[in-house]
């Protein structure tokens, strides 16, 4: 017979008067035992409460901001028989072993911290983590939420992170309990547990291919005591380094990227810039513009670059719309707007929105809808110097155009040398989806745009 019975705060060591910062259920929702009711935090520790038995929450006894300490009713749960508290009996009124597996409920994180930490997600087709790491569905997380016995609650012992790290490490099926805090006191980051994951992959590959160079068999990151060789000073990297740092990690290390290197004869196409440039003074209008259109022909004319693979690695979503990502340098790191429907707009149109776009990067107001949608990128460093890089493609999109400085150069033209403006491009693509033949026609395909903008009638 159902009885209603009352889960309360175990022994939590030292602790008491501790305030509840996160209610990790809802009345209705079914528990198993040990699974996690609440979250609650002092100053020197992060802990759950665990269910004490397997039921049904009748009635949530406390609310965030609460201060709690051992002996707390904190829900009353209606459990399937008594006795249950030794979880026996409970297994009776527990969810089936798939609900068990995927408790109810666990809240997702905040919105705010959502989009403030978290690199968009790698595409499950190109991350090793879809085939070890569970993949989190809307509200059944994949795995059970981290709970710690009364035993595993003392200072030093207990995860100490925030709620929406501690939400994002039960969606990634991290046990808190294993990363290592790199924050004050210990606490542990978003990027520890994103570390932490990246290792375990790392682990995970090289035990799956043998040790014998299946994964990434990585060495330990050197710790240097540079002060020992002279003074040294230490600055935090910016929020957007951070972010557009793992993402070009991730990129960088699971695309095979090759970069095929083109030139393209600008001579013509600079007499009309300037000639453009001069009839619309009130806006600049840079080679940037050209090759923007340029581009947009080369998508059309070869459709496999403007493609993203789907979540399952086996099919190509191929796109019908030309939104194009600038890459942009502002002082706090490099972030890529983008362009919407570049298709449909003319030069002196892109020129204005280039314009406004940059200049909302540069002054920190881009929201992440400016930096959605991206089909290609391009990264323009020709406005600086330099006459060739290799770009890394922004994932989940196929391949990216890198531009370094024009010069004019000596050009044989079958009878004589002629000094022509050349501007040196460099298309890195992801030889999963794009082979060496079709970049070789992709970048032949610009350049002869680029020297004969007639061509874009076409
Ligand atoms: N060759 C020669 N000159 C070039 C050129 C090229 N390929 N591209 C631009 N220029 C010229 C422009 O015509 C302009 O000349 P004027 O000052 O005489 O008018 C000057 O260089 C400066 O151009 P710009 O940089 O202001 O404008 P842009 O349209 O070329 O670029 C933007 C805009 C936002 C892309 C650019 O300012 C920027 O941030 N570039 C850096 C991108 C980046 O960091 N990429 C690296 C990513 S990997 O870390």
Same mark, same amino acid.
């Given at each position: 017979?159902?009885?209603?019975?009352?889960?309360?705060?175990?022994?939590?060591?030292?602790?008491?008067?501790?305030?509840?910062?996160?209610?990790?259920?809802?009345?209705?929702?079914?528990?198993?035992?040990?699974?996690?009711?609440?979250?609650?935090?002092?100053?020197?520790?992060?802990?759950?409460?665990?269910?004490?038995?397997?039921?049904?929450?009748?009635?949530?006894?406390?609310?965030?901001?609460?201060?709690?300490?051992?002996?707390?009713?904190?829900?009353?749960?209606?459990?399937?028989?008594?006795?249950?508290?030794?979880?026996? *009996? +409970?297994?009776?009124?527990? $969810? !089936?072993?798939?609900?068990?597996?995927? @408790? #109810?409920? =666990?809240? /997702? &994180?905040? %919105?705010?911290? *959502? +989009?403030?930490?978290?690199? $968009? !997600?790698?595409?499950?087709?190109?991350? @090793? #983590?879809? =085939?070890? /790491? &569970?993949? %989190?569905?809307?509200?059944?997380?994949?795995?059970? $939420?981290?709970?710690?016995?009364?035993?595993?609650? #003392?200072?030093?012992?207990? &995860?100490?992170?925030?709620?929406?790290?501690?939400?994002?490490?039960?969606?990634?099926?991290?046990?808190?309990?294993?990363?290592?805090?790199?924050?004050?006191?210990?606490?542990?980051?978003?990027?520890?547990?994103?570390?932490?994951?990246?290792?375990?992959?790392?682990?995970?590959?090289?035990?799956?291919?043998?040790?014998?160079?299946?994964?990434?068999?990585?060495?330990?990151?050197?710790?240097?005591?540079?002060?020992?060789?002279?003074?040294?000073?230490?600055?935090?990297?910016?929020?957007?380094?951070?972010?557009?740092?793992?993402?070009?990690?991730?990129?960088?290390?699971?695309?095979?990227?090759?970069?095929?290197?083109?030139?393209?004869?600008?001579?013509?196409?600079?007499?009309?810039?300037?000639?453009?440039?001069?009839?619309?003074?009130?806006?600049?209008?840079?080679?940037?513009?050209?090759?923007?259109?340029?581009?947009?022909?080369?998508?059309?004319?070869?459709?496999?670059?403007?493609?993203?693979?789907?979540?399952?690695?086996?099919?190509?979503?191929?796109?019908?719309?030309?939104?194009?990502?600038?890459?942009?340098?502002?002082?706090?790191?490099?972030?890529?707007?983008?362009?919407?429907?570049?298709?449909?707009?003319?030069?002196?149109?892109?020129?204005?929105?280039?314009?406004?776009?940059?200049?909302?990067?540069?002054?920190?107001?881009?929201?992440?809808?400016?930096?959605?949608?991206?089909?290609?990128?391009?990264?323009?460093?020709?406005?600086?110097?330099?006459?060739?890089?290799?770009?890394?493609?922004?994932?989940?999109?196929?391949?990216?155009?890198?531009?370094?400085?024009?010069?004019?150069?000596?050009?044989?033209?079958?009878?004589?040398?002629?000094?022509?403006?050349?501007?040196?491009?460099?298309?890195?693509?992801?030889?999963?989806?794009?082979?060496?033949?079709?970049?070789?026609?992709?970048?032949?395909?610009?350049?002869?745009?680029?020297?004969?903008?007639?061509?874009?009638?076409?």
């Amino acid at each position: 017979m159902a009885q209603i019975k009352e889960a309360k705060v175990p022994d939590i060591g030292d602790f008491t008067d501790v305030p509840v910062i996160e209610l990790l259920v809802a009345v209705g929702d079914k528990v198993v035992k040990d699974q996690g009711l609440a979250t609650l935090e002092s100053d020197k520790a992060t802990m759950e409460v665990p269910a004490p038995f397997a039921g049904t929450v009748r009635e949530l006894k406390i609310k965030v901001g609460d201060r709690i300490g051992e002996g707390a009713v904190v829900a009353m749960i209606e459990v399937a028989e008594a006795g249950s508290d030794d979880g026996k *009996a +409970a297994s009776a009124a527990a $969810p !089936a072993p798939d609900q068990a597996a995927a @408790p #109810a409920k =666990a809240p /997702a &994180p905040p %919105p705010a911290a *959502a +989009a403030d930490a978290l690199p $968009p !997600a790698p595409a499950r087709a190109a991350s @090793p #983590a879809a =085939a070890t /790491a &569970p993949a %989190p569905s809307a509200g059944t997380p994949a795995s059970p $939420p981290v709970a710690f016995g009364a035993d595993a609650v #003392a200072p030093g012992k207990v &995860p100490h992170a925030s709620p929406a790290v501690r939400a994002f490490a039960r969606e990634l099926g991290v046990d808190l309990g294993q990363v290592a805090g790199s924050a004050r006191a210990g606490r542990i980051t978003r990027e520890d547990v994103q570390a932490f994951v990246k290792q375990a992959l790392a682990g995970a590959g090289a035990r799956s291919g043998g040790g014998s160079g299946g994964g990434l068999d990585l060495l330990p990151w050197p710790k240097v005591d540079f002060a020992k060789y002279g003074p040294v000073r230490s600055e935090p990297l910016s929020r957007i380094k951070k972010i557009s740092g793992a993402n070009l990690a991730r990129n960088w290390a699971m695309i095979p990227h090759v970069t095929q290197f083109d030139e393209a004869d600008i001579t013509l196409m600079e007499a009309f810039r300037k000639e453009l440039a001069g009839e619309h003074k009130d806006v600049k209008i840079t080679p940037l513009v050209f090759l923007i259109k340029a581009v947009v022909a080369a998508l059309k004319a070869f459709p496999r670059f403007n493609a993203s693979l789907d979540a399952s690695g086996e099919n190509l979503v191929l796109k019908d719309y030309f939104h194009i990502g600038i890459a942009v340098d502002t002082p706090d790191g490099l972030v890529v707007p983008v362009l919407r429907d570049c298709d449909g707009k003319g030069l002196v149109e892109l020129s204005r929105e280039l314009a406004a776009i940059s200049a909302k990067a540069r002054d920190r107001k881009l929201g992440p809808g400016d930096m959605a949608g991206g089909c290609f990128s391009i990264s323009s460093l020709g406005g600086i110097g330099g006459t060739a890089f290799t770009p890394i493609i922004n994932a989940p999109e196929v391949a990216i155009l890198g531009v370094s400085r024009s010069s004019t150069r000596p050009v044989w033209d079958g009878t004589a040398f002629e000094p022509r403006l050349m501007l040196p491009l460099a298309l890195s693509y992801d030889h999963r989806v794009i082979d060496g033949a079709d970049a070789a026609r992709f970048t032949s395909f610009l350049a002869r745009t680029l020297g004969d903008l007639r061509r874009l009638l076409l």
